[in-house]
């Protein structure tokens, strides 16, 4: 890391030094869309901070004094200090946590690079809500999982939104995306290299979480879309497919909410 730089005062929003962070309610959703440019957006400083540290090369900080005055000597890259109004003019919109950073995407690993270390993995099929996105990303890094396999139809990870959601632990979490020609292909080549891939299920049968052994090698926990749950031909590629006992009258779990209890039950003891 380069030494830090100090901040610079910017008094206008039509400063181009500020146009990574320009209209964002448009800009950042994808890096397909016009002006999207696929920059990765952190927000607050905590999120700001971990993507700093992170693999992902920054490229400029905005905000309020304050929260620029918390990451002064953390960042090598060009700080911008600005009105409260100035910020809101560039984003466009109210930002409540005062400062912003965008970054350029870093290489993403392939499956074999990713399962080449990984004994704890989660899989992801179809998750397309941004906050379900980051809440996964969340609880991944909360239980030590080693990295996080996206399936056909998953968002982005690194919209804005999915970012803020994970706290930013969608920037430290190693992930790869698998696509629809090679799914459920895939399953089988985790199961092919030792893998235990448990689809979880509310639906019978399924084997209920407790009866499995949390210490198992190698153990990829699947997951799929809010409502829908997981295909039929993922849930016939898995290991096996795996249930949380509810109370009667309950149907399911917010995905990110199984998944949680599963990723703890299989947590790094």
């Given amino acids: 890391m ?3 730089v100090t901040s610079t005062p910017v008094g206008s929003a039509d400063d181009p030094r500020l146009d990574d962070f320009r209209d964002l309610t448009n800009a950042d959703r994808r890096p397909d869309r016009p002006g999207g440019r696929g920059l990765v957006i952190a927000e607050g400083v905590p999120v700001v901070e971990r993507l700093i540290a992170s693999p992902y090369p920054v490229r400029a900080v905005m905000g309020v004094a304050s929260r620029i005055a918390a990451l002064e000597g953390k ?6 200090v ?7 003019a560039v984003v466009g919109f109210h930002l409540n946590r005062g400062v912003l950073a965008c970054a350029d995407r870093a290489p993403m690993p392939s499956l074999a690079e990713l399962t ?9 099929e179809g998750v397309g809500d941004h906050e379900n996105l980051g809440s996964l990303f969340r609880n991944a890094a909360a239980f030590g999982i080693d990295g996080v396999v996206l399936g056909p139809r998953c968002s982005d990870p690194l919209y804005r939104r999915a970012v803020r959601v994970s706290m930013g632990n969608v920037l430290r ?6 696509d629809a020609a090679s799914w459920p292909g895939a399953l089988h080549e985790l199961r092919a290299i030792g893998y235990q891939v448990l689809a979880m299920t509310p639906a019978p049968p399924a084997v209920r979480l407790s009866s499995l052994d949390p210490e198992l090698p190698r153990v990829a926990v699947l997951v ?5 749950g997981l295909t039929a031909a993922a849930m016939a590629a898995a290991s096996r497919n795996v249930r949380i006992p509810m109370a009667d009258g309950v149907d399911s779990l917010n995905v990110a909410t199984a998944a949680a209890i599963a990723l703890a039950h299989f947590a790094d003891r």
């Fill in 2 to 4: 380069a030494s830090p």
């Fill in 224 to 228: 799929g879309a809010e409502g829908l």
């Fill in 116 to 124: 080449a270390t990984a004994s704890r993995l989660l899989v992801l």
């Fill in 82 to 88: 600005v009105p409260v109004e100035v910020m809101d």
């Fill in 75 to 80: 960042c090598d890259a060009p700080m911008y």
């Fill in 173 to 178: 979490v190693p992930f790869c995306a698998v």
